[in-house]
């Protein structure tokens, strides 16, 4: 019963993203925004639905405000520039963002505590998700994206991101190796590194003009893929 239902959110995400690709660009406007809120909003109806099934609480509320976050994010960052302030939108968007990612790494920080890790864990993904931030940054740069008055706040959201990423991973693999299954460790991990990929895919479309249509579809693909495979996670993260 419960994959039937996540299987059926799942093709509604996919019937949702598709028709908010097609329509997404150049004309954003109410209708834009409606589609890519509708997107949003199947994510953390999956969330809810994935946590009604593992019948836990462990993760649930930090899981559930981080996919809120997002879903404000997506709207605060999709209405300008025909909808709203640039500066306004897009510190909102970022804000929003940071603190879903701070939500994610909370959550993942709980679920590790039901695994013995090695003492020295902590320091070890710290210095990962800094060698990535810094790999990333300097990526960005050197294939010349101008990131200008938004320098210091990339940097400061890349770690972020980097940190739930290099989390994420590390409970995949913990999941894994506690007889959970390859599949829990799949969602987890690729989920939240999909999560990456369309955020390194969507600076470099912003920082380089901002118009390239493939790139769009690439972010919103990876994206929404990512967020949905966090959503079903809580099947398996989500402990009593």
């Known amino acids: 019963m419960r994959f039937a239902v996540l299987t059926v959110l799942f093709i509604a995400e996919l019937f949702a993203l598709k028709h908010y690709i097609k329509i997404m660009y150049p004309k954003i406007g109410w209708n834009t925004l409606l589609a890519k809120s509708l997107c949003s909003l199947i994510f953390v109806i999956t ?22 976050c997002s879903f404000f994010g997506d709207v605060f960052l999709h209405v300008y520039p025909k909808l709203g302030n640039e500066i306004v939108n897009y510190a909102l968007g970022g804000v929003s963002f940071l603190v879903g990612h701070v939500l994610y790494i909370v959550s993942f920080v709980k679920a590790e505590k039901a695994f013995v890790l090695p003492g020295n864990i902590l320091a070890v993904q710290i210095a990962s998700a800094a060698v990535l931030c810094i790999a990333v940054n300097v990526l960005m740069r050197a294939f010349g994206m101008k ?31 506690s007889g959970r299954g390859v599949i829990s460790a799949f969602v987890t991990g690729i989920g939240a590194v999909m999560f990456a990929a369309s955020d390194i895919v969507l600076a470099s479309d912003f920082f380089t003009g901002g118009k390239d249509l493939k790139k769009k579809t690439a972010n919103m693909v990876l994206y929404y893929g990512g967020q949905m495979l966090l959503a079903v996670s809580l099947l398996w993260i989500n402990y009593n």
């Open 47 to 68: 969330a809810i639905f994935a946590q009604s099934f593992s019948e836990g609480r462990f993760v649930f509320n930090t899981m559930l405000a981080a996919f809120i």
């Open 147 to 177: 990131l200008g008055k938004f320098g210091v706040p990339v940097i400061i959201y890349s770690f972020a991101l980097m940190i739930m990423v290099v989390k994420a991973v590390t409970l995949g693999y913990m999941l894994a190796s």
